[in-house]
C-alpha cells in the first residue's frame, strides 16, 4: 500500500482546519453578535454546503477554477495558481466545504456565552479585541474544539468535491478517500480495504484522544 | 409540533401499505451501461423499442462500480461495459449467462474546447498547454489507450506533470468541456455525441499507435424461470444486430 | 475630590414584555450620594445601568459626569464603556468562570501593574483565602463580593449596581450591605443601585427615585416616597416590617423586623389598624409621643 493518499489526506484536512479557524473565528464573532438585517442571508450562505450534493459544489467549483472562467483566470493572474487539479484548490474547495462544520459551531458557542461577561470587560477597560482574546475565547473552548474535530473529520472524509476537481493526480490531489473509490474501481478490494482500514484507526484515534483531553479538561462543574 | 394521534397514523400506515402494493416488480430489462456507452446505447434504446414489446431501463455509472454492485447482486439484467476486463471477470466469478462478447471498438481522440486551434499530439509538450486530460489508466481502457498513444510518440515522459484523471470517460469529457484541461483524451463517440457535437475541435487518433479499445457486453445469469430472461436475451442479440451496427458506426465506433 | 454631579438626559426606545415603551430620564445624582433605583421589572431600570456605562447607545440624550461629557447625541460625542470607566456590577455577576478570583478582581490591571490594590481590596471584601478558588466554587454571597471588588479596582468614582444583593438570603444581604457602605464611606462613591428591597433602600440609600414605563413616577428621600403621609421629617425614622400582632383590649403588640432584628411595639389600636403582617412601616419618634406610617 502506497501510504501517499493517507499523508495528502491529513495534510489537507489540517491545512483546511488551521486556515478555517483563522477565517470563520471573525466570521463566528460577527455572526453571534451582529444586529445586521443581512445576517441570516449570509447564515443561510454559509449553510449550503450543507445542503449541496458535494458532486454538484464540485461541479460548479471546477467551472469556476477553470482557467475560462474569470474567476479562475484572475487566481491565476494573480496569483500565478490554478486552483483546478492542484493541492491548493484543493484546500480552497475544502474551505469551502466544510464552512458551516467550523462556523455553527463557533458561533453557537459564543451565543452561549451570557452577554454580561463581555460587558463586564468592556467597563473593566478592556477593548473589543482584548475581550474576545481572554474572555470569550477561553470560555468557549468546547465550542472551538468541537468545530476544530468537526472540520478535520468532515475534510478526511471528503470526496466528491474532491474527486471532481483535483483529477486524481497521484501525490498531488490523489487523498485517501479517492485511493480507496480507485481501488475499488481496480477491483482491487484488498488495497481498498487496507486504506479504508487505516483512515479509520487514524482518525477513530483521533477522536477517541480529542474527547478523552475533553473531558478531562473541562469536567462538568458543579457549583460548590 | 406536530403531534399525530392514532387515527393518523393508521391513515399513514394505510398509505404507505397502498403505494407499496402499487410498485409491481419491474418487468423492464435494466441494462447496467459504462458512462461513455450511454449516448450511443439511448439511440439503440430507441430503434429497438419500436419493433419491441420489451422495454428497457438504462442505469450509467462507471465499469468498475458497476461490475461491484452486480457482484453484490444488483438487479441488472444485461451489462453493456467499455472495455472486456470487467465482463471477464463478472463471466468468471459465475455471473453471466454466456462468455462476454464484444459488440463495438471504440476509438480514441485528442480533443480541446477551445475551437480556434486544432489539437496535435507535437503540441501537448508546449508551455502554453498546462493540463491534459484523461481517463484513469488504471481503470479506464481509454486512459490505458492515452497513455499508450503519448508512449509511442515519444512525450510522454515530457508531459508526465501536466495529466490530471477523470474517474471515468465522463468525468474526463467534463474536464476538457469546461476548459478546466487545455486539452485531453476522450471516446470518439463523446465527442459525436448530440450533446457535444460541435463543440471545440478534435481529432482522431492512428489507432495503429494504442491497443484495441474492444468493448463487451455480458447477459447476467437470471434463474431458469425468470421471465426476464428471454427479454434481456433479445436485447441482448439486438445488440449485435445490423440495425445496432449501423448505430454504432454512426457514433465512431468499428464494428465487425 | 472635586465635586462631580452625575447629570444624565436620556431618551431611549425599549422594547419590555409589555410592548414599546420609550425612556426618558433626566435625573442628577449628587456626589458621593447613593441613589436606590426601585420600580416594577420591565421599566428600564437595568438598561438605564447599561447606558449609563455606555454598554447602550440611546437613541439621543446627554450625560455629564462633573466636567466630563460622556454623551451628547447633538455634538456625536460618545465614549466608550472603556473610556467611561464606571464600576459596574451585574445581576448575574458577570464572573468569569475560566479565573481565579484573584484574577477576576486584577483583570482589569494591565501587565505587570501593581497588585496591592488588589490585595487590599480582597481584605476588605474578606476574601484573602479564597483567592485562587473558581468562581463556581464560591456560594452566591462570595461571588457578589468579588463582583464588587472587581468593579473598584480601577477606583471609579461611579459605582451601578443591578440588583445586587436580591439572590442572596437575609444575613448575607445585611452583611453585604455593611460592605457597601464601608466601601462608600472609603472611596467616597457615587453610587446608583436597582433595588426592589424597601428595607435595603431605607438602609442604604440617600435618595430613591421610582420608575415606570421608562418615566421617573416619583423620587425624593426614602421616607419622603414611601410615606402615605407626608409629615415633616422631625426626628429619625426607623423602617420595619410587621411579623405578627396581637390585640388585646385597645391595645395591639406588634413583632416586627427592624435592622434584623425582632422587635415588640405596643401600640393603641387606632395607630395599628393596617399594621398586618407583611407590611412595611417607618416608626417616628415625635417629640411627644411616637408615629407609626405605614408604607405603601
Not at chain 1, 491529513?10 to 464573532?29: E, R
Not at chain 3, 422631625?234 to 390585640?247: F, H, M, N, Q, T
Not at chain 3, 411595639?265 to 393596617?274: N, Y
Request: with cysteine; charged share 20%.
Amino acid at each position: 500500500m502506497n501510504p501517499e493518499p493517507l499523508f495528502l489526506t491529513f495534510k489537507l484536512a489540517s491545512l483546511t482546519t488551521l486556515l478555517l479557524f483563522g477565517f470563520a473565528l471573525p466570521l463566528a464573532y460577527w455572526l453571534a453578535y451582529s444586529r445586521f438585517r443581512g445576517k441570516v442571508l449570509v447564515e443561510a450562505v454559509i449553510g449550503m454546503p450543507l445542503v449541496l450534493p458535494p458532486s454538484v459544489l464540485g461541479f460548479y467549483l471546477l467551472l469556476a477554477f477553470s482557467p475560462n472562467h474569470f474567476f479562475g483566470d484572475w487566481i491565476e493572474e494573480i496569483f500565478g495558481l490554478r486552483l483546478v487539479f492542484s493541492f491548493p484548490g484543493l484546500v480552497v474547495a475544502s474551505v469551502i466545504y466544510s464552512l458551516p462544520f467550523m462556523v455553527y459551531p463557533l458561533q453557537a458557542g459564543l451565543q452561549a456565552l451570557p452577554v454580561s461577561l463581555r460587558e463586564a470587560s468592556y467597563t473593566l477597560g478592556k477593548s473589543v479585541w482584548v475581550t474576545f482574546l481572554s474572555v470569550l475565547l477561553p470560555n468557549a473552548k468546547s465550542a472551538i474544539l468541537t468545530a476544530i474535530v468537526l472540520t478535520f473529520a468532515h475534510t478526511v472524509g471528503e470526496f466528491g468535491v474532491v474527486l471532481m476537481i483535483g483529477g486524481n493526480i497521484p501525490g498531488v490531489t490523489r487523498v485517501a478517500s479517492v485511493a480507496i473509490y480507485n481501488e475499488v474501481e481496480a477491483l482491487n478490494y484488498a488495497a481498498a480495504n487496507q486504506y479504508a482500514l487505516v483512515l479509520f484507526v487514524v482518525t477513530f484515534a483521533i477522536l477517541l484522544l480529542v474527547y478523552s483531553v475533553n473531558n478531562h479538561l473541562f469536567r462538568v462543574r458543579r457549583p460548590a | 409540533m406536530f403531534i399525530f394521534s392514532s387515527r393518523d397514523l393508521l391513515l399513514l400506515f394505510a398509505a404507505i401499505l397502498f403505494l407499496a402494493a402499487c410498485s409491481k416488480p419491474n418487468d423492464k430489462v435494466v441494462v447496467a451501461t459504462a458512462a461513455n456507452v450511454q449516448f450511443v446505447i439511448k439511440e439503440l434504446q430507441k430503434e429497438f423499442e419500436k419493433n419491441s414489446d420489451t422495454r428497457l431501463e438504462i442505469v450509467v455509472g462507471s465499469s468498475g462500480k458497476l461490475t461491484a454492485q452486480i457482484r453484490e447482486g444488483a438487479p441488472f439484467d444485461l451489462f453493456v461495459s467499455a472495455d472486456t476486463r470487467y465482463p471477464q471477470e463478472i463471466y468468471d466469478n459465475g455471473g453471466g449467462e454466456t462468455a462476454p462478447k464484444v459488440y463495438a471498438r471504440g476509438a480514441l481522440v485528442l480533443w480541446t474546447s477551445d475551437s480556434t486551434s486544432t489539437p496535435e499530439l507535437q503540441i501537448l509538450a508546449n508551455p502554453d498547454i498546462k493540463k491534459i486530460a484523461l481517463a484513469n489508466p488504471e481503470t479506464a481502457p481509454y486512459g490505458t489507450a492515452a497513455v499508450q498513444v503519448l508512449e509511442k510518440a515519444g512525450i510522454y515522459e515530457l508531459v508526465k506533470g501536466k495529466l490530471v484523471y477523470g474517474e471515468s470517460i465522463a468525468q474526463t469529457t467534463q474536464y476538457i468541456a469546461t476548459g478546466a484541461a487545455d486539452v485531453g483524451f476522450t471516446a470518439l463517440s463523446i465527442v459525436l455525441s448530440p450533446e457535444m457535437k460541435n463543440k471545440g475541435r478534435y481529432v482522431k487518433l492512428d489507432s495503429a499507435t494504442y491497443a484495441p479499445i474492444d468493448q463487451a457486453a455480458v447477459l447476467l445469469k437470471h434463474s431458469e424461470t425468470s421471465p426476464k430472461r428471454e427479454k434481456s436475451q433479445e436485447f441482448y442479440d439486438f445488440l449485435f444486430s445490423e440495425k445496432a451496427k449501423v448505430i454504432f458506426r454512426k457514433y465512431g465506433y468499428s464494428v465487425k | 475630590m472635586s465635586d462631580a454631579p452625575l447629570d444624565f438626559q436620556l431618551r431611549h426606545d425599549l422594547r419590555t414584555a409589555a410592548g414599546p415603551v420609550t425612556m426618558d430620564v433626566t435625573l442628577r445624582l449628587e456626589s458621593g450620594s447613593i441613589t436606590a433605583l426601585t420600580g416594577p421589572s420591565g421599566v428600564g431600570k437595568t438598561t438605564l445601568l447599561r447606558l449609563i456605562a455606555g454598554l447602550v447607545k440611546p437613541q439621543s440624550g446627554r450625560v455629564t459626569f462633573g466636567e466630563e461629557v460622556w454623551l451628547d447625541s447633538e455634538k456625536k460625542i460618545f465614549l466608550t464603556p472603556q473610556q467611561r470607566q464606571v464600576g459596574l456590577v451585574f445581576q448575574d455577576y458577570a464572573l468569569f468562570p475560566h479565573l481565579s478570583v484573584r484574577q477576576n478582581v486584577a483583570f482589569s490591571l494591565k501587565k505587570g501593574e501593581d497588585q496591592s490594590h488588589v490585595d487590599e481590596l480582597l481584605r476588605e471584601v474578606e476574601l484573602t483565602q479564597l483567592a485562587d478558588r473558581r468562581p463556581h466554587q464560591l456560594s452566591g454571597g462570595q461571588q457578589q463580593r468579588v463582583a464588587l471588588a472587581r468593579a473598584l479596582v480601577l477606583r471609579p468614582r461611579l459605582l451601578l449596581l443591578d440588583e445586587p444583593l436580591s439572590a442572596l438570603d437575609r444575613a448575607m444581604r445585611q452583611r453585604l450591605q455593611d460592605y457597601l457602605l464601608e466601601i462608600h464611606q472609603k472611596h467616597q462613591l457615587t453610587i446608583l443601585l436597582v433595588t426592589h428591597d424597601l428595607g435595603e433602600i431605607f438602609r442604604l440609600a440617600d435618595r430613591v427615585v421610582e420608575m415606570e414605563n421608562g418615566k421617573i413616577k416619583r423620587q425624593g428621600m426614602p421616607e419622603e416616597v414611601f410615606a402615605e403621609t407626608h409629615t415633616p421629617a422631625d426626628g429619625p425614622a426607623i423602617y420595619g416590617e410587621v411579623i405578627s400582632r396581637l390585640i388585646e383590649n385597645d391595645i395591639v403588640t406588634v413583632q416586627a423586623l427592624v435592622d434584623q432584628r425582632i422587635h415588640k411595639f405596643r401600640l393603641p389600636i387606632s395607630q395599628a389598624t393596617d399594621l398586618l403582617p407583611g407590611r412595611s412601616f417607618l416608626l417616628r419618634y415625635a417629640v411627644d409621643a411616637q408615629v407609626v406610617e405605614v408604607l405603601r
